[in-house]
């Protein structure tokens, strides 16, 4: 039976929009961005193949629904984001953000802006040179909650609301995980500067007047250090 | 100094790019005043950015792993090709036709009527955009079998074979070779299997193995996969570097392996990673 063209469209069959092949190799262009991801939301190299194979085939299967001539990278990373918080978060996003280190108010005490500066590298942008092995295990180390907005943000620098759309939540939620995320990933770079030297043992306070500003509660443990090292 | 109290909080957002435009005149106005604050944004700055390169430093792709991606693309381009020519078949021979029950979703019925009524011979490419507008066509007869392999695991009846020696006399009926896979590795009780009709297909059938793991139920079917491509529908998943397809229906998982026409799918309660871990260790 001929079909006629309206029939043509109104089938599924042949496939509109992007080739195989095209799609293919546009996904294969995106690898090393999407396994970076997946190795930080995973922390496992083997489960982070697993999960961009999934998003591929997942991905391969939806590419009608891809627009050509969009941002591929995007589209890729939502698919693969959704596919982790589905199968390895059956409870939601939601569970251990009260709990958890950072409820701990030690795990981020004060670092004085000597301190803070001295970990910055002053000839590059970046900090003091860290391994990159040594800032993905502070990542690692951190609640998925936290880990997962710091890794969509700084990573694939995607905006508050890219961020807030992808994984369901308002704004001002991945604002406050972001910062909580940001504020543990400081503060275990911090305790790795101090053990490789970079910084000294001693936290520096360089402006005690903004340092009672920024950190009240803190300055009597401050003080009672200072006191018991005189 | 308050200006440091009150900007403060608005430094890691003015770092991000987020801020509103006056705010951002604002901090910027504090920053030239300000080192402390000054320093935190730089440190800010430079956290994102030792951030970004050590995780995009940490992903390099092995050759092998690209080529275990290269294969799962053609294994996926194959499986559209197959159901690209299942749509292809001569219309007589659609198996949605027949396999569709009657008290089936509204579109589905839509269809049927469209197929059926006397218009067919004024109109023939009618019935063919009803055929082709119907989502499910490709893929109706295998969301029956789902609902059946799940209906059958909720409301099973006795088995008919609680012998394991027995077990191959199902074949015949199935036409595949059934084996008992003994799942020892997740502490299965093997209780018994039988054959189940797959409905309105009076030639076909499945073998249903029941087990018994941890006290939840776990129905094991045996089917024809080259007639019955659960992976049509299930969602693909990985396990064990197997492509595992995988779905709920009504509270309960289910999980297919499928290779050289002989799928295996089971119906549990227990939940979707645990259903997939099993059928990935069926050889």
Not at chain 1, 41 to 50: G, I, V
Not at chain 1, 54 to 64: E, N, Y
Not at chain 2, 98 to 103: H, L, M, S, Y
Not at chain 2, 258 to 272: F, Q, W
Request: charged letters at 25%; aromatic letters at 6%; one cysteine or more.
């Amino acid at each position: 039976m001929q079909r006629s063209p309206a029939l043509k469209r109104l089938s599924p069959n042949p496939r509109s929009g992007i080739s195989p092949e095209d799609f293919e190799r546009e996904a294969l262009s995106q690898l090393s961005a999407l396994l970076a991801v997946a190795g930080r939301l995973t922390r496992n190299s083997s489960e982070a193949e697993d999960l961009v194979q999934d998003t591929f085939v997942k991905a391969m299967r939806a590419r009608q629904q891809f627009e050509p001539g969009t941002n591929m990278r995007a589209w890729l990373l939502r698919i693969l984001t959704n596919t982790f918080i589905n199968r390895y978060r059956r409870g939601g996003l939601e569970r251990s953000v009260i709990e958890g280190p950072d409820a701990d108010p030690l795990a981020d005490g004060w670092i004085g802006s000597a301190t803070l500066e001295a970990m910055r590298d002053p000839e590059s942008r970046a900090l003091r040179p860290m391994l990159a092995a040594e800032i993905n295990r502070a990542l690692d180390s951190i609640p998925e909650e936290f880990r997962v907005v710091v890794v969509l943000a700084d990573v694939e620098e995607m905006s508050y609301r890219e961020i807030a759309d992808m994984l369901g939540c308002p704004i001002g939620t991945v604002m406050s995980r972001l910062h909580r995320g940001r504020r543990l990933l400081k503060s275990r770079l911090y305790e790795h500067a101090r053990a490789m030297g970079i910084i000294g043992p001693e936290p520096i306070v360089g402006e005690p007047e903004a340092a009672a500003e920024a950190a009240p509660i803190d300055m009597l443990s401050w003080r009672s250090k200072k006191a018991a090292s005189q | 100094m308050s200006a440091c109290r009150h900007l403060q909080p608005l430094l890691e957002t003015f770092v991000d790019g987020e801020l509103a435009a006056e705010k951002v005149v604002e901090v910027e106005q504090h920053l030239v005043d300000c080192t402390l604050c000054t320093s935190r944004v730089r440190l800010n700055e430079a956290v994102r950015l030792s951030t970004r390169q050590a995780v995009r430093s940490a992903a390099v792709p092995s050759a092998a792993f690209e080529q275990r991606l290269r294969a799962a693309f053609a294994a996926e381009r194959e499986r559209e090709i197959q159901a690209e020519e299942f749509l292809r078949e001569p219309r007589g021979a659609l198996p949605w036709r027949t396999i569709v029950p009657v008290a089936a979703a509204a579109a589905v019925t839509m269809a049927w009527a469209a197929s059926t009524n006397e218009s067919r011979g004024a109109h023939p490419n009618q019935d063919y955009a009803a055929a082709n507008a119907m989502p499910l066509s490709p893929t109706a007869n295998v969301d029956q079998l789902i609902e059946e392999f799940v209906n059958y695991h909720a409301n099973s009846p006795a088995p008919e074979v609680t012998e394991p020696t027995l077990i191959q006399k199902l074949e015949p009926e199935v036409g595949m070779p059934v084996r008992l896979p003994s799942l020892s590795q997740y502490g299965a009780r093997w209780e018994g299997a039988s054959v189940v009709p797959v409905r309105n297909q009076r030639d076909q059938r499945a073998a249903s193995l029941r087990y018994r793991v941890d006290g939840h139920r776990v129905t094991l079917y045996v089917y024809n996969s080259a007639r019955y491509p659960l992976r049509a529908t299930l969602e693909p998943r990985v396990v064990h570097n197997l492509p595992i397809y995988v779905g709920t229906r009504r509270g309960y998982s289910i999980a297919a392996q499928e290779s050289r026409g002989v799928g295996y799918a089971i119906a549990t309660d227990l939940d979707d990673r645990e259903s997939a871990e099993i059928v990935a260790s069926i050889h």
